[in-house]
């Protein structure tokens, strides 16, 4: 099953012949269907497409639909792992399209998910409406996935979002809540899920120069070079090509980023590959997917002080020349009855950081190999259901002198994943136990899942969610001891795992005008409670005989948490003529509270700590570092020719933080109040097309040059302008 003008595979199609043998496409488009000896045509439907009545000649049938419109309702992946739409899935998603990646001329897509209702991200940090606060480069309650595969690095649990392939993405998939059934630890906020592109039965090639700087710092803060313009250049090539029997497509990314901070240099080169094959009959299907990056990254956790905030403090930073490499082989058959994945992950990452006189060595190799096998049961789809039953095994090892050495992760799982479609009814459910094995810590956690989808109208769908997760701790939280310039990050080897659940109920509207706008509406109320929550928290972790006194930050269980909250979102577009316009805005409103405040969860030389004698906020009941108020709103404008784009992000202020940024940093309580209305950011981008292939774009990164605090003793970069030369055929 195919689009008729991309030639790309249609994941979700309905395929009929008569009313009682029916069959979905594939992820790849592809389908399998017994049919009655006198049956002589196929009715093929798909969501925004016109329905077809097919012959059948033979056992073999190709068939092309034409879209109605260039606005779809998006079919994910990854509620379920398998094909669904949007709007009948069980739990919160959210879909990113490619157009707003195109247009925003950036480097990691990291930068464009915090488009996403509900999603923030610091430091590298993905977190999804306020179930995580800020920690330093390790640990992540929301899992990453690259083509249904956890892309989180082994030994301190982080997204490296430059490794991922920006200039070949078809979809990210967000899932809002648990999600630890089916994609284990890390997945307790939740998961976001980014699909790349098959070129299809054609030839597909794009490329892409840009070139940009940055411009002074907002008012009040002095830049840490004055005698020149800091500037920013990169680009792309891509090149895909396939037919009935394999398509491959394989690109090259660079960056020379000279950056807005002090030593915050990163200079990279990417090279990412898939290909895929199939056997004569299509039933197997087979190929080797990788990436490889080599790149000198700088940083620096702490400024001077408010006014030089883009200046390190005692202008100490680190210098990390990285090699990242993964190579995924994967095999699948796809039978009358079931259907077999087996996909498999290795993946690499070398750190070589440069070394100060005095510096604790802080270079760090970690090593992993992942692999899942997954069956489809299909024996039960004449009743509307489907059946997902799978086992995951990882092995990690990380070495490095500030982990102590060699440390060794497993893990190994087995999940079950029904879901039941009739009617107007969508139910899923599932189970999974997962065993855990972190040097001499072991153990094993079983979790459920429910959900229900039930369509009470044309466009209306009301939906309700249970889901349980956990996240064990990684390499880096319980066994790092270095440092970040003067500040010391000390291990804990006592750290729990954490688990909770989240639960939802939500509603989602669909409209469609006269005039051909279409509307999608989705209100939602959550709850999310954590057991054991880790938290990055500052303190007196050591000595007075090491720097700084003993004071740094740890990984420690802070107790019971709750956060509950709203979100109302809003998508759509509308084509009118030659006129072209897309939307995507959301408001979330979370409350995030500390059960027991009073809770003591770690003795230091100099005081008992808690919650309420450590946090900013006097009644120890506000968790850190969470923003209570999240807008997002996007809206694109184009014709055959020119293009006009708006983002808009506004993040209240933190209401609660470590006590001791405010007594030992200078500047961060300056700059607190200074911020306490809270972070509006407004970019602006524009685009003309030369021709059908070429496109030039120019964009104004945070336009009116807003001081961004996006967390204590770090301010987002300023103003800054691009333009990008790009070609697409």
Request: proline share 3%; with cysteine.
């Amino acid at each position: 099953m195919r689009d008729s003008a991309s030639g790309e595979g249609l994941a979700g199609a309905a395929v009929f012949a008569g009313f009682e043998h029916a069959t979905l496409t594939n992820e790849n488009g592809f389908f399998s269907l017994d049919v009655p000896e006198n049956t002589d045509s196929l009715s093929i439907s798909f969501l925004g497409y016109d329905t077809k009545k097919v012959a059948i000649s033979g056992k073999h049938v190709l068939v092309f639909l034409t879209a109605q419109s260039r606005f779809l309702e998006p079919v994910v992946v990854s509620a379920g792992k398998q094909n669904q739409r949007e709007i009948e899935t069980t739990v919160s998603m959210a879909t990113l399209q490619p157009y707003l990646i195109q247009n925003r001329i950036t480097s990691n897509i990291e930068n464009t998910i915090q488009q996403i209702p509900g999603i923030t991200s610091t430091d590298g940090q993905a977190n999804i409406r306020s179930g995580s606060g800020w920690s330093y480069g390790t640990g992540s309650r929301v899992s990453v996935l690259v083509d249904d595969m956890p892309m989180l690095a082994g030994g301190t649990g982080q997204a490296h979002w430059s490794f991922f392939p920006i200039e070949n993405v078809r979809q990210v998939e967000v899932i809002k809540g648990s999600s630890s059934v089916l994609y284990g630890s890390s997945a307790l906020n939740g998961v976001i899920h980014i699909r790349t592109d098959w070129p299809g039965n054609k030839e597909k090639i794009s490329a892409s120069a840009y070139s940009g700087f940055y411009g002074a710092p907002p008012e009040g803060i002095q830049a840490f070079q004055t005698n020149r313009l800091l500037t920013k250049s990169g680009g792309h090539f891509l090149y895909g090509k396939g037919n009935d029997r394999m398509q491959y497509i394989f690109s090259v990314n660079g960056m020379l980023d000279e950056g807005y901070r002090m030593g915050e240099q990163n200079k990279r080169i990417r090279l990412s590959g898939k290909t895929r094959f199939f056997s004569k009959d299509k039933q197997w299907i087979y190929g080797l997917n990788g990436n490889l990056l080599a790149g000198k990254t700088g940083s620096f956790l702490l400024w001077e002080n408010y006014q030089y905030a883009y200046t390190s403090l005692d202008s100490s930073y680190g210098l990390n020349d990285s090699r990242r490499y993964n190579l995924d082989p994967y095999l699948e058959f796809h039978g009358n009855k079931t259907e077999h994945f087996l996909q498999t992950r290795w993946y690499s990452v070398v750190n070589t950081i440069e070394q100060v006189d005095g510096e604790p060595d802080q270079s760090n190799r970690t090593s992993s190999i992942y692999s899942e096998y997954r069956v489809k049961w299909k024996q039960f789809q004449k009743l509307g259901l489907t059946l997902n039953t799978g086992g995951v095994a990882s092995y990690s090892e990380s070495n490095a002198s500030m982990f102590q050495g060699l440390k060794v992760q497993q893990n190994f799982a087995a999940y079950l994943q029904a879901d039941y479609s009739k009617n107007r009814w969508n139910i899923s459910a599932g189970a999974r136990y997962e065993y855990f094995r972190l040097e001499n810590y072991k153990e094993g956690k079983p979790v459920l899942k429910a959900g229900i989808n039930y369509r009470a109208a044309k466009a209306t769908y009301l939906r309700a969610s249970f889901g349980q997760g956990y996240r064990f701790p990684v390499v880096s939280e319980a066994f790092i001891r270095t440092s970040a310039g003067p500040v010391t990050i000390y291990p804990n080897e006592t750290l729990k795992s954490e688990s909770g659940y989240s639960m939802e109920v939500g509603l989602r509207q669909g409209f469609q005008s006269k005039g051909g706008l279409k509307l999608m509406a989705d209100l939602a109320f959550f709850r999310m409670y954590y057991e054991n929550m880790m938290e990055f928290t500052f303190g007196q972790w050591g000595t007075f005989n090491d720097p700084l006194f003993g004071l740094g930050f740890r990984s420690v269980n802070i107790g019971p948490s709750l956060i509950q909250g709203m979100e109302i979102s809003l998508t759509g577009g509308g084509k009118w003529k030659k006129n072209e316009f897309r939307f995507m805005a959301g408001y979330t409103y979370a409350d995030p509270r500390n059960l027991e405040p009073d809770f003591i969860y770690a003795i230091t030389p100099s005081s008992s700590d808690s919650y309420k004698n450590t946090s900013s906020d006097t009644s120890g009941k506000i968790l850190k570092y969470r923003n209570r108020h999240l807008i997002k709103v996007d809206v694109q404008w184009e014709n055959t020719r020119w293009g006009i784009g708006l983002s808009y992000r506004y993040a209240s202020s933190f209401e609660a933080m470590d006590n001791a940024f405010f007594l030992l940093i200078a500047g961060v309580e300056e700059s607190v109040e200074a911020n306490k209305k809270g972070d509006h950011v407004v970019d602006l981008r524009a685009f003309y097309h030369i021709n059908s292939d070429w496109k030039i774009t120019f964009t104004i990164n945070n336009l009116f040059n807003e001081e961004v605090l996006s967390r204590p003793a770090d301010i987002g970069p300023p103003r800054n302008f691009n333009c990008q030369l790009s070609f697409r055929y």
